[in-house]
């Protein structure tokens, strides 16, 4: 079943807002106060129309959160992009192998130190960032991570200065509600890791 253009613009608008103000989707259940009037009088209600048709219901939602969690989407034409079915195609991928992309992370974020600890050590860059910038842990694996080993609490009170972090952890703290995982077999690998 396909979403119409409204209800498409509806969850965008409701997404967007959870990822760039204090809206929260979860609470308000993706409510919005826009109503079909204002949405016929925008610009770009016709680029909604094409993206409605490109992902049916099941999966719009997950293809926006990609997109939003991957980067700022400043307008709806960024998702008609081949580079957002890029983002979901990728998106998709961890999701569905998730314990297996977390431990393949975990064990290169893992190989660059010798000590645990090493990788939020706040003296210089903390190592777990400068591995998330360069792509090696991805941001579903770092919430999962802060889950069993809270750090996002240590680098709010170092890092709050610097212009990196502060971005990278709202993107974390938006995305957090909708990563689902399995605790167990996730401490398991954790725990295999850490020893090994």
């Known amino acids: 079943m396909r979403l119409s253009a409204f209800e498409t613009f509806q969850m965008f608008h409701a997404l967007r807002l959870h990822f760039t103000s204090s809206y929260d989707y979860v609470k ?3 409510k919005t106060n826009v109503g079909k009037e204002a949405f016929s009088k925008r610009k ?5 129309q094409r993206l409605c048709r490109k992902h049916d219901a099941d999966e719009m939602f997950d293809f926006i959160l990609a997109n939003l969690m991957h980067g700022q989407i400043k307008w709806v034409g ?9 983002v979901y195609t990728d998106f998709k991928r961890r999701k569905e192998s998730q314990s ?8 290169e974020v893992l190989n660059q130190v010798e000590d645990v ?15 998330h910038m360069q792509r090696l842990i991805s941001t579903e694996s770092m919430i999962i991570l ?5 750090f996002f609490g240590k680098f709010d009170k ?4 610097d212009f990196l972090w502060p971005r990278i952890r709202d993107i974390c703290m938006n995305a957090r509600p909708f990563i689902t995982f399995d ?14």
């Open 78 to 86: 960024e998702l008609l992009d081949d580079g957002a079915d890029d």
């Open 117 to 131: 600890k090493e990788l939020f050590t706040t003296a210089e860059f903390p190592i777990i960032l400068t591995c």
């Open 100 to 107: 297996y992309v977390f431990d393949n992370e975990i064990g």
């Open 44 to 48: 770009d209600r016709y680029q909604f």
């Open 146 to 150: 802060n889950e069993f080993i809270p």
């Open 28 to 30: 308000y259940h993706g």
């Open 158 to 161: 170092v890092l709050s200065k």
């Open 183 to 196: 605790r167990e077999k996730i401490k398991k690998i954790l725990l295999k890791r850490m020893k090994g």
